[in-house]
């Protein structure tokens, strides 16, 4: 029963994981075309009213004037800022998903040459690093939030209180922590590492690629 639940806590972490990275690239691409397409539309419509009013078609400057203000009321100055603030929770919660799913680049030469236990201390003492190396920037980055909290700073545009945009640095690092000491565990049971195959494709056909199993 208690394995069961464990598992069950494990994949709703997965799948949570995997939400919150798909939502927010999504949103920021997303934010960014539309910030983007208003931009050069805005262009192409003062383009389109001064060619109007020049050629006389004074029906459809009227009409890019008031076209060009309707889509200039949508103040987008603040989408750039938030983008940024996006791509970093991104980046970190991506990073714990890395470790879990295999896909980090690596060094291994020197390990795929030893065999047996040499390998298998070489592979578990690489994760453990990871581990502490994570914990550590986990630990700094929550005295960081503190120290932000108490100084109640907000961004520039946005005004968002900085300590929430500066959390992703613990959440994310301690998250990694997790994965690390998750990989390790798994395969110091069963010698098996998490491996991601870049030829395969989710969802589609066989795909050879794998990661910690429940």
Same mark, same amino acid.
């Given at each position: ?25 999504? *949103?920021?691409?997303?934010? /960014? =075309? ?19 009013? *020049? ?6 400057? *009227? ?5 060009? =203000? ?6 987008? #100055? ?26 980090? $680049? ?16 070489? /592979? /578990? ?6 581990? =502490? =190396?994570?914990? $550590?920037?986990? #630990?700094?980055?929550?005295?960081? $939030?503190?120290? /932000? ?7 520039? $545009? ?31 049971? #069963? ?24």
């Amino acid at each position: 029963m208690a394995a069961d639940s464990t598992s069950r806590a494990l994949r709703a972490l997965d799948r949570l994981e995997e939400i919150v990275i798909a939502t927010l690239l999504g *949103a920021a691409t997303l934010l /960014i =075309f539309v910030a983007v397409a208003q931009r050069y539309g805005l262009s192409g419509i003062a383009s389109l009213y001064r060619w109007s009013r *020049a050629e006389g078609l004074e029906g459809l400057s *009227a009409v890019s004037k008031n076209l060009f =203000f309707a889509v200039a009321y949508v103040r987008l #100055t603040w989408a750039q800022e938030l983008c940024i603030f996006m791509v970093v929770w991104m980046a970190k919660f991506g990073a714990a998903y890395g470790v879990r799913t295999g896909i980090h $680049v690596g060094v291994d030469i020197l390990v795929e040459r030893l065999t047996g236990n040499a390998q298998r201390v070489l /592979i /578990i003492a690489g994760l453990l690093s990871g581990a =502490f =190396f994570t914990a $550590v920037i986990g #630990t700094l980055g929550a005295s960081l $939030v503190w120290h /932000i909290y108490d100084t109640g700073q907000t961004s520039a $545009v946005l005004e968002l209180p900085m300590w929430i945009v500066y959390l992703a640095v613990p959440l994310g690092s301690y998250l990694m922590c997790f994965r690390f000491l998750q990989v390790a565990w798994h395969f110091w049971r #069963t010698g098996e590492r998490p491996h991601h195959d870049p030829g395969a494709v989710e969802g589609v056909g066989s795909d050879t690629g794998a990661e910690v199993p429940r």
